[in-house]
């Protein structure tokens, strides 16, 4: 298929005021879709849509509620779902019920909804966190239904786990087209910035320049990550929306890993800050290893790979954060 795919199809974007999601938004615009956005603004920001609000149909609407759903699907060529709590190992591993619910509750409505409106195509946007604690480096696809997901991210897991389940069964029961697609570590200027809930990069951000010394990293800083750039994730949910609706869970990532204790010394040459880090081996790290198997997404998507660097993503994060949410935590802007 070729951007004529997309053009003139009325897409609706869950979850699309989000960082990843208003990557998407503004990737499908690009191709010619007419897009509805759906989002709470629980963790999405207008602010990450304000260049293309014009041109976009927004509904600020709780995806809990299935009426809503019914609402926002109604005469959609293609959902794609990105809404979801993701939070950190500090919230997560204490949330387990709340993720399971809240992943779940939202999946399943848009599933059934998408349905019933007749929509032919459907995104489920799954996770790395389906993956259980000992999975193969690099990790293939077919781990994701093997054992337990990662611990800290039980609930959460388990919850993604459930819907692209649910999106397999109504690709056979319903002939939907339905695309399952599990990102690793994605990561940009637009992630939300709460301080208790936040993922590694943006929590280490915001100890940086807030000031603090020393600078405390849960866990060894041994751990490895696979970080992926918002803007790649997002384009490579649309390129397998696009060519691999055939309810077969594909990885958007690569096998470049970045230990955290790595992660924290760049924030720290970017920033100019000369602190000290200690890693707090009370606290959990995650899983020992990230990185994914993307023969499949190779494959699917005829090449792709991401493209922008750690350090590329690392300096636009900094700079976007003492601009925006820096400056509102701490300044009261």
């Known amino acids: 298929m070729t951007k004529a795919y997309w053009n003139e199809k009325k897409v609706l974007v869950a979850g699309g005021a989000g960082f990843i999601g208003s990557y998407l938004v503004e990737l499908l615009l ?3 879709a007419k897009v509805t956005v759906a989002d709470n603004l629980s963790r999405g920001r207008m602010e990450n849509l304000s260049g293309i609000i014009e041109q976009i149909s927004f509904h600020n609407v709780d995806l809990r509620v299935l ?6 699907c109604s005469g959609q060529d ?5 809404a979801a709590p ?3 190992i500090e919230y997560s591993m204490t949330h387990h019920g709340e993720m399971l619910t809240e ?9 059934g909804a998408a349905r019933r409106q007749n929509v032919r195509r459907f995104l489920v946007a799954s996770s790395s966190c389906v993956y259980p604690n000992d999975a193969g480096v690099p990790t293939k696809e077919g ?11 039980a609930g959460y897991g388990w919850g993604k786990r459930m819907v692209e389940l649910q999106g397999q069964y109504y690709a056979q029961e319903y002939n939907m087209e339905v695309a399952i697609a599990r990102p690793f570590n994605a990561y940009g200027p637009r992630e939300p910035f709460e301080i208790c809930k936040a993922h590694v990069m943006p929590a280490l951000i915001q100890r940086v320049l807030r000031g603090d010394d020393p600078i405390i990293v849960w866990g060894s800083g041994n751990q490895t990550r696979s970080f992926v750039h918002g803007k790649d994730t997002a384009l490579g949910l649309k390129l397998i929306t696009e060519h691999y609706a055939v309810a077969d869970p594909v990885n958007v990532g690569h096998d470049r890993e970045t230990t955290i204790r790595e992660l924290a010394e760049r924030i720290l040459e970017i920033t100019g800050k000369d602190v000290k880090l200690v890693f707090d081996t009370s606290k959990p790290e995650g899983a020992t290893r990230k990185s994914a ?7 699917v998507t005829h090449g792709f790979t991401p493209q922008i660097t750690l350090d590329e993503g690392l300096e636009e994060m900094i700079e976007y954060f003492q601009n925006t949410f820096f400056s509102e935590q701490f300044t009261g802007k």
């Not at 293609?78 to 990105?82: C, P």
């Open 293 to 299: 198997n993307v023969a499949k997404l190779r494959e």
């Open 30 to 32: 690009a191709e010619g």
């Open 67 to 72: 009426d809503k759903c019914e609402e926002v």
């Open 78 to 82: 293609v959902v794609m779902n990105l």
């Open 143 to 153: 781990e994701g239904y093997r054992g337990t997901p990662e611990t800290v991210n």
């Open 103 to 111: 992943v779940t509750t939202i999946g399943f409505n848009l599933l």
């Open 86 to 88: 993701a939070f950190g």
